[in-house]
């Protein structure tokens, strides 16, 4: 009979064990490890082996809210942060054995937290004034916790490339981007590929080939970054080129890590002729793949299987949510079959970190660098003469988001040459946090940070009268259609079509009604500029982020309107400007109310 180190019950046991469970598995799992290499050499023709991965981290070390300046929460009892995911790992490493487990990413590493822009901006890891930057906390962190590859994901290229190319350097494992090209020679940017061995005791090893995947949209979303400089073609595409050659290889496993979600949907239109979301288009129609770790949705998908087009073998697919709520565990059996070694099974699943205690080493390691972080984000600004809070920035005009209209406007409007500046000024922006507040007193970098938390930077661009109505027509199918009569619920009335709240512009500088009783396409109504309705060759100067601006979440004509400003300083940074100019955040300054929702004519709220 032959000699599994791991028998498939122990093994998938151990996967979802933690604690005092885990530590004693771990004890059961080593001797058996020790059995096998005693075992004769014919009787090796099985092994189990496990590959562990995260995504979208988005620089989540601690289980801390840097917004709130308070330990982590959230009403489904989340924790985040690598800190807590890795002692999880070390529970399955103790479990299984060292040699049965990988460690793998699928990108969004070093953004989206006062931890990454301060590492990116503050003291940056590309260093300033002749001196060497600090080494990246994730990069600290996934080194530690002996990461084996990781996809690059598109917000890696938000502070540049010569950021990305730095923490690239920092990493002791490679960042992967099988679709990320130089647009010149159309070679590889980044390691398309890894091959890693497990060592199987009296065995060939066996050869595990991972490849990466990252997201066409980063050509849209960072053009201002890329452009000229690398190119990004499709998923499937790709796969397409370098699974075979994996295989060619000698790769007796295929993985792939993806930053793109699995449900083949577009965020961006036709604007790019390469599919956003299409892990799943890949699992379909490129042959010869055992499993994908997908990124990029924020999704939990524990195990998910899509059935190869051509072979009619299963593709095993799963997404561990975001920012270390979840772990996922791939869990592989093999045979060696005539010297090669074939998958025999293969199963998924996330496991919560919620439980552990964070990694002690990781907390010794960062412990200073997340306290600069902490100092740095409770830095006062300024203040403000009463509290503006954005828990109903989804339906109504409110203060707090005229206060982003505001900056926008003043920021474009000194920029502009005097031709356009004699042009008809508005703004756009999204309400990206429901929970955002400034308070009333004291306000500091973290206020406005919360406020706005992604790192945009500012365009101006042209649209006519006909054009700007199109613009908010798309975006008003952000409801959910309400017919008059019928009372108004704000819990199911935004985030229609996956319309996210991200995804969302308001406007400034032009008054309009969303009739949500109406069908999508027929909304804005009594759309007016200075009093006025607005007239369809009317050219005006919109404010809005470089994200929009280059055709992110789709919006029309935005992405192909002429320039009128742009800067490479961040929205967010010129907020923190604008506050410490004035001294006093006073709505009064800014607040006005110029959209609304009605039904068939009447006022919602």
């Known amino acids: 009979m032959p000699v599994s180190p791991l028998n498939r019950r122990e093994f998938v046991k151990k996967s979802a064990a933690t604690g005092a469970a885990v530590a004693a598995a771990g004890t059961i799992g080593a001797g058996t490890a020790q059995a096998a290499e005693r075992a004769p ?17 988005h620089s989540h070390v601690f289980d801390w809210d840097y917004y ?77 916790m002996r990461y084996d590859a990781a996809a690059l994901g598109n917000h890696e290229f938000n502070y540049g490339i010569e950021v990305l190319r730095k923490f690239e350097r920092q990493c002791h494992f490679p960042l992967l981007g099988a679709n990320a090209l130089h647009a010149k020679t159309l070679r590889p940017a980044f390691p398309p590929y890894t091959v890693k061995r497990i060592c199987v005791p009296g065995a060939p090893d066996i050869k595990v080939g991972i490849l990466g995947l990252t997201n066409p949209g980063i050509a849209l979303w960072d053009k201002d970054n890329v452009s000229g400089k690398m190119v990004f073609p499709g998923l499937v595409e790709q796969a397409k080129k370098y699974v075979p050659r994996l295989r060619a290889l000698g ?38 793949i055992d499993a994908i770790l997908v990124g990029h949705t924020h999704k939990e998908v524990s195990s998910y299987s899509v059935k190869n087009e051509e072979t009619g073998e299963d593709v095993l697919l799963s997404e561990p949510y975001c920012w270390g709520y979840r772990l996922t565990v791939f869990d592989f059996e093999v045979e060696l079959v005539h010297g090669r070694w074939k998958v025999t099974s293969k199963t998924a699943q996330t496991l919560n970190p919620n439980g552990v205690d964070e990694d002690p080493e990781i907390k010794k390691l960062l412990q200073a660098d997340h306290e600069l972080v902490v100092k740095y984000v409770n830095t006062p600004v300024g203040t403000c003469t009463e509290d503006l809070s954005a828990a109903e920035s989804c339906w109504k005009d409110v203060p707090i988001m005229d206060f982003i209209h505001q900056v926008q406007t003043a920021t474009v409007k000194a920029g502009l040459s005097a031709s356009d500046a004699a042009l008809p000024l508005i703004s756009v922006a999204a309400p990206f946090s429901r929970t ?4 009333a007193g004291s306000v500091t ?46 819990a199911t009335l935004t985030n229609a079509n996956n319309f996210w709240d991200y995804m969302y512009d308001t406007a400034a500088g032009v008054s309009y009604d969303i009739d949500i009783a109406q069908p999508e396409g027929s909304r804005i109504k009594n759309l ?48 923190i400007d604008y506050v410490t100019a004035k001294g006093t955040l006073n709505p009064k300054d800014f607040a006005s109310v110029n959209w609304r929702l009605t039904q068939n004519g009447t006022p919602v709220f």
């Open 436 to 439: 955002a507040d400034i308070p």
């Open 41 to 57: 050499e014919h009787h090796r023709k099985t092994w189990s082996f496990s590959i562990l991965g995260t995504t979208d981290l």
């Open 68 to 144: 709130k300046d308070a330990a982590y929460s959230d009403k489904a009892g989340n924790s985040v942060g690598v800190a807590r995911v890795a002692t999880l790992i070390k529970q399955q490493r103790a479990a299984k054995g060292e040699e049965h487990v990988l460690l793998v990413d699928a990108g969004d590493i070093i953004q989206g937290t006062s931890l990454a822009y301060y590492f990116a901006r503050v003291d940056p890891i590309t260093g300033k004034n002749g001196k060497h930057g600090p080494r990246h906390p994730m990069a600290v962190a996934m080194n530690h």
């Open 251 to 288: 790769c007796d496993v295929v993985f792939l890590t993806d930053h793109s979600g699995l449900d083949g949907s577009t965020s961006y239109g036709d604007a790019l002729p390469y599919v956003e979301n299409a892990s799943n288009l890949v699992a379909e129609q490129v042959p010869g």
């Open 445 to 490: 970098i973290k206020d406005i940070a919360g406020l706005y938390i992604y790192d945009n930077t500012l365009y101006g661009k042209k649209l006519t009268g006909a054009q700007l109505k199109d613009y908010l027509e798309y975006a008003a199918k952000y409801y959910h259609q309400v017919p008059a009569g019928t009372k108004v619920d704000t």
């Open 528 to 575: 007016t500029y200075n009093g006025a309705p607005v007239a369809d060759n009317q050219v005006f100067v919109v404010a809005v982020n470089n994200y929009r601006a280059n055709g992110g979440s789709g919006y029309p004509h935005i992405a192909t309107a002429d320039i009128a400003y742009s800067s490479t300083n961040e929205i967010r940074q010129l907020m």
